[in-house]
């Protein structure tokens, strides 16, 4: 069965402590690994797109890597506005599976 | 930037209603999703459609059907609503098959 786990499913960081997000899958023929940001009370937010073992896209303060398995959301030096739930999502075939997410809260 | 607008951002209604939500892509987007998103159940794919005036069910179409008339625009509609149908509902568009899909900022529906 297509399935794709989040982990941790909360996490509570203080400002400034990097740390990594889980996505790992168990899908037949992944098209893409897709990583998105959610806010309270509004639709998520495309981030990256990964669609090859070995890739890694960086944006800001977050870097996503990508292996045959799992994907890892990596933050580093995290500042409070980064707090949110952050959703993985993987394409197989015509189908999106997505994870119930990881909900990252960053203490000033 | 791709900009996709439902049309309220609350509603509330009442058992048996016959409820419309409106979806509108500005990017000429040949797909349109419709999920609902629930607490512990993450995104549930309900409808989608990969060309005007077509479409398939997803995983849970039950109670529900959808209407493109347009490219741009994509229905979903409560024929009876229920209060099992109380979710956040959140409409998505993708260039391609081979794109990540883009959201709005979702409808909040309870049904009382």
């Known amino acids: 069965e297509d399935q794709v786990t989040q982990s941790p499913e909360a996490l509570r960081l203080q400002e400034g402590e990097s740390s990594s997000l889980n996505c790992s899958y168990t899908v037949s023929g992944l098209r893409g690994l897709f990583w998105y940001r959610q806010d309270p009370g509004k639709g998520p937010e495309f981030l990256f797109t990964?669609?090859?073992a070995g890739e890694e896209k960086e944006k800001e303060r977050l870097k996503a890597t990508l292996t045959k398995k799992e994907s890892f959301l990596h933050i580093t030096a995290p500042k409070p506005e980064d707090s949110a739930t952050y959703l993985c999502a993987v394409q197989a075939g015509n189908q999106f599976y997505f994870g119930t997410g990881t909900s990252l809260t960053v203490i000033p | 930037d791709v900009k996709v607008t439902q049309s309220s951002r609350y509603l509330v209604k009442r058992t048996g209603e016959k409820v419309f939500l409106e979806c509108v892509q500005d990017m000429d987007h040949e797909n349109m999703f419709w999920y609902r998103q629930d607490p512990g159940l993450g995104l549930r794919l309900i409808y989608f459609s990969y060309d005007v005036k077509m479409k398939e069910k997803g995983d849970i179409p039950e109670g529900y059907s959808v209407s493109r008339e347009k490219k741009e625009r994509f229905s979903l509609i409560l024929e009876s609503a229920s209060t099992n149908q109380t979710s956040m509902y959140l409409c998505a568009s993708s260039l391609n098959r081979n794109s990540p899909l883009h959201f709005g900022n979702g409808t909040r529906l309870t049904v009382t």
């Open positions: 990964l669609y090859s």
